[in-house]
Each structure stands twice: as structure tokens, then as C-alpha cells.
């Protein structure tokens, strides 16, 4: 048994760092866009766009990392016995963009606390802002794209928190 637990809280922080490598990417290149907004418009103009637009890129990413774990979590949390096919994409995203509007802002103003640097109010709001409506639009997508990937007709895995996975077909054809 306790093997069995093991290997299943290590499938789960697998898949959870997983997920923030995936929300990390999808935001490093979302940076880009994005940027080329801000500059379009003049809120960044006096700067030049490529080297603004890379740092800002290493920024989205680190936040898409913190917040796809974060999203892990609360799906952990929101999806326990649930099926994938009955979670409801719309509250998953507004949940995901509540908390890592809350805990990447926070991850930033304990971080800048401990290394000395003031802690100011508007670039924490502005954070909260972009890392809360990002990880809303993703959340939507990651959970739409996993729900479109079902079978026609099929429900998938009995819940989403199954320990038992369905990889490979018994020889009778029933899958373990």
C-alpha cells in the first residue's frame, strides 16, 4: 500500500509540474503579442520593443509556471471525484483566475520582501490583473482542449483523481 501511495503522489506532482511547464510556455509566447500592444499603443514606445518584449516573455513564464501549479491545485481541489466531462469550464477558470491572481502577486511581494526591495502597490495590482486574467484564459482552454480530446459519447476515467491508470488493454481487452 505504501508503495502504491507513493507512486500515486508522484504521478500527481509529475502532472502538476507538468502542467506549469505547458502554462509557462503558452505565456512565455503569449508575451509577445501582448507586448507588441503595450508598444503599438505608446505605453512602452521609448524603450525598444525586442529587448522589453524578451523580458517581458521571462516574466509571463515564470508567472504561467507558478500559476499552472497553481491550477494543478485547485483542480486537485474543485475536480475531486468528478468526471472531466462534468466539470464546468467557465467556474474552473474563474477559479484558476482568483487564485493566481491572489498567489503569484504574493509569491512576488514575499520574494521582493525578503530580498530587501520595496514593495509597491500598483505593480502588485497590475500583476494580479494580467496573472488573474491569463490564468482564467487558460484554465478555460486547458480544460476545453482536455474535454474536446473524449471520445464521442465517452466520459473518460471514473474521476479525475483516479489512482488507477488506464494505459494498457488486458489481454481479454478490458484496459488496466
Known sequence: MGGSLLKSI??????????????????FLAAFPLTAVF?????????????FAFGT????????????GAFSLFLSVAGRHKRLID????RIALGSGLIAGVL????G???????????????????AMISGGLAGVTALGTIKVAQSALAPGGDGPDEMGSSRERLLPEPD???V
Open 87 to 90: 466539470l464546468g469550464p467557465i
Open 10 to 27: 508522484l504521478r500527481r506532482i509529475r502532472g502538476a509540474l507538468g502542467n506549469a511547464v505547458v502554462w509557462a510556455s503558452a505565456w
Open 104 to 107: 503569484v502577486p504574493a509569491f
Open 109 to 127: 511581494v514575499v520574494v521582493n520582501a525578503f530580498g530587501g526591495y520595496p514593495v509597491t502597490v500598483e505593480p502588485t495590482i497590475m500583476i
Open 39 to 51: 508598444w503599438a499603443f505608446g505605453l512602452m514606445s521609448s524603450v525598444p520593443f525586442w529587448p
Open 173 to 175: 481487452g478490458e484496459a
Open 57 to 68: 516573455a521571462q516574466t509571463l513564464a515564470g508567472m504561467g509556471f507558478l500559476a499552472g
